[in-house]
């Protein structure tokens, strides 16, 4: 498996819905077809940014737990 390089990382653990998508919209915002590595605590997140991805274009290239943090990489189209 080739492993994801991101161009920027985005720290939202401690935050609860709606901060996590809110932040991560502006983060995206400011990328240029990069990766972004998203980091969020709350569980909700998971759906969360998948949907987002899907209304928005962007891609979710991967999203795993590492204990109680979850870590996702989109793209931005």
Known sequence: MTEVKEDLTLDTKGLSCPMPI??????????SGQVLKMLASDPGSVADVKAW????????????????IYVFFLKKS
Do not use: F, N
């Open 22 to 31: 809110l932040k991560l919209k502006k983060a995206i915002d400011g990328l």
């Open 53 to 68: 991805a899907e209304k928005t274009g962007h891609t979710l290239l991967s999203s795993s737990q590492d204990g109680a």
